[in-house]
């Protein structure tokens, strides 16, 4: 099975940027752009993807810190998105898309920051096999300000990259920040068409989960503490939950993975899709991902195939794109014994 699930093409859409860089990666990102390295920065990277037992989700966010460093200069931003498509790409993802929250600092603009992003994005077109979007994120626990620059970015970014730019990602330390506060950045967003992949129900506060769903979005991701009502809106709507199965375990969002919600989805015939949230902090691949549920919920390989074929169908893709995709992963399991 593992071998199969290896092979699989397979489709990635909520991944973040910084989240996804590999302990490796990371390694290799600090030598190449800031030198050697020394047996303090060893310790920190292994610091980086342990986490005890009952961890909580306010720890993982102080993580990301450690990687905000390495790529806080416009060389390291740009190796570390290459970086990232690579890991992907070998992990045969055939498409994935990258959200990011542009960073202002002393040595970039946001403006910047997501130039230096799509250009790598661009670049790395020409290595790896691999179909790459990018979602521009609002972080909710930063003043609603830079999440209207991020916006405007993104729709003017929009207009010249339509093929990679193509939605807004609403992410950040659930337990900061107001969603209602955010909603007239969003509906600007929305009304230039770009799609809305929502972090919603990742926490339990029932106020705000109404307020998103009644709000919109194309894609939920975790849905973790969604209703009975709520899971079954979303069907209706055929709006899918991003499930990140590794990631709500060691963040401790989900108590355990026998109870994780992908059952539940998956009994229902909900739309769904696995997704890794941070390969690099949760230390995952998609790879893993799939054969974690195969694991745990006794996912048979067809079940395996409708599920990354599910993931095509939500993507923010072209219908060129997605036949693409679809004949590629029905090319691959023909050649399967
Ligand atoms: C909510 C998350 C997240 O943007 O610097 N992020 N937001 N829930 C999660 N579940 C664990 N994991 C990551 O990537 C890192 C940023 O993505 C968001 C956080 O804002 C984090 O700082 P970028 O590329």
Redesign the pocket.
Known sequence: MLKFLRGLPKVELHA????SLNTDSIRELAEKVYGAQTADFSTLCEQFVKFEKGAK?DE??EK?GFV?KLTATKQGLEYATELVIRDFAKDHVIYVEL???P?ANEHMSRRAYLQTVLDAIKSARDLYEIRVKLLP?I?R?EPIEVAEEIVALAIEFASTEPDIIVGIDF????NQGKFKDFMPALSEAKKHDLKLAL?CA?VDNPLEIREMIKFGMSRC??GTYLTESGYEHLKEENIPIECCLT?NIK?GTVANIGVHHLKQLMEADAPKVLCT??SGVFDTTLTDEFFLATETFGLTRSQCIALTMEAVEHAFATREEKLLMKMQIYSYTRRQP
């Not at 973040?16 to 989240?19: P, Q, R, V, W």
């Open positions: 973040h940027l910084n989240g989700l993982c966010f990301f905000h959200r990011t929250t960073k994120s972080n626990g992410s950040g330390n659930p972090h990742e991701g975790h990631s963040s949230d941070d």
